[in-house]
Nanobody, 124 residues
Framework: QVQLVESGGGSVQAGGSLRLSCAYSDVPFRIDCMAWFRQVPGKEREGVAG????????YYVDSVKGRFTISRDNTKNTLYLQMNSLKSEDTGMYYC?????????????????WGQGTQVTVSS
């Protein structure tokens, strides 16, 4: 069973930092894409950043470039999203997602498995 469990969300003032974590199941596949998505009510889910099994970062959405860093530690089965210089527009529910495919895209339908989400609220 593929499980994804996010943690690390919370409330922070603009300019602050948060680090999200996503614990994922250890499975005998060495090809996957893991990514962070976010969503606010009334808007479509947006791909924030993606990384392959080997740690190659495949994309960041333009609005977070230079501020967010995605990484993963396969020895700990954990995906991370370091978020610095947070802005109010970063507010939303952040989801960890996984696809057992070669490569990553920011298209939600590409991902096969999702976590329950963790809320990030940035106040100005």
């Amino acid at each position: 069973q593929v499980q994804l469990v996010e943690s690390g969300g919370g409330s922070v003032q603009a300019g602050g930092s948060l680090r999200l974590s996503c614990a994922y199941s250890d499975v005998p596949f060495r090809i996957d894409c893991m990514a962070w998505f976010r969503q606010v009510p009334g808007k479509e889910r947006e791909g924030v950043a993606g990384v392959t099994h080997n740690g190659v970062v495949t994309y960041y959405v333009d609005s977070v470039k230079g501020r967010f860093t995605i990484s993963r530690d396969n020895t700990k089965n954990t995906l991370y999203l370091q978020m610095n210089s947070l802005k109010s527009e970063d507010t939303g529910m952040y989801y960890c997602a996984r696809a057992f495919r070669n490569g990553c895209t920011s298209v939600p339908s590409y991902m096969g498995f999702w976590g329950q989400g963790t809320q990030v609220t940035v106040s100005s």
